[in-house]
T-cell receptor, first 112, second 116 residues
Framework: DQQVKQNSPSLSVQEGRISILNCDYTNSMFDYFLWYKKYPAEGPTFLIS?????DKNEDGRFTVFLNKSAKHLSLHIVPSQPGDSAVYFC???????????FGTGTSLTVIP | KAGVTQTPRYLIKTRGQQVTLSCSPISGHRSVSWYQQTPGQGLQFLFE???????NKGNFPGRFSGRQFSNSRSEMNVSTLELGDSALYLCASSLATGSNSGNTIYFGEGSWLTVV
């Protein structure tokens, strides 16, 4: 049972434009969410997180939005750069924070 | 500060054999978790250890096991390897403060296992 879903396996965006990656979850107990970026043959790298007490968190070109009522979060990358081309995973955890549930990933390609 | 270190990085095993993968967490991190990544399946949670105790376990057969040592280093073992066990095995560590506020997990580079 996939509790965290990324329904778009891939996304292509022109350099300089906005990339929007989406993630949905089913478990209402989740209250901490993270995004990771993964290049081939490397481990995932932490990008940005958000707690359920917020609806937005920003870090440079990356902004994560959380809509608790819709159980939906999104990652915005502005402006997109070719180096952003990678697979992006969203993850969620509940209050104890001991187990993280990951989506299946979205492969982002930024076209120069 | 050194990151999460996993060894070996690459290995090839034959069906029926067993394999042990090792993980050294970030210094001061007490929680170690393991994930399996296969194409199209995302990261599947295997198990999580804290203070040498397995706290959480994913939906994997008993052939997958792990342990954590007193220095927080962890190993995972897969016995009676099957072709479908070919995957990237990722180890992650966190402070595990007991609350998930800021409890980010940090991944190692992974161990690529190929079963032939």
């Amino acid at each position: 049972d996939q509790q965290v879903k990324q329904n778009s396996p891939s996304l292509s965006v022109q350099e300089g434009r906005i990339s929007i990656l989406n993630c949905d979850y089913t478990n209402s107990m989740f209250d901490y969410f993270l995004w990771y970026k993964k290049y081939p043959a490397e481990g995932p790298t932490f990008l940005i997180s958000i707690s359920s007490i917020k609806d937005k968190n920003e870090d440079g070109r990356f902004t994560v939005f959380l809509n608790k009522s819709a159980k939906h979060l999104s990652l915005h990358i502005v402006p997109s750069q070719p180096g952003d081309s990678a697979v992006y995973f969203c993850a969620a955890s509940a209050q104890d924070g001991n187990q993280f549930y990951f989506g299946t990933g979205t492969s982002l390609t930024v076209i120069p | 500060k050194a990151g999460v270190t996993q060894t070996p990085r690459y290995l090839i095993k034959t069906r029926g054999q067993q394999v042990t993968l090792s993980c050294s967490p970030i210094s001061g991190h007490r929680s170690v978790s393991w994930y399996q990544q296969t194409p199209g399946q995302g990261l599947q949670f295997l198990f999580e250890y804290f203070s040498e105790t397995q706290r959480n376990k994913g939906n994997f057969p008993g052939r997958f096991s792990g342990r954590q040592f007193s220095n927080s280093r962890s190993e995972m073992n897969v016995s009676t390897l099957e072709l479908g066990d070919s995957a990237l095995y990722l180890c992650a560590s966190s402070l595990a403060t007991g609350s998930n506020s800021g409890n980010t997990i940090y991944f190692g580079e992974g161990s690529w296992l190929t079963v032939v």
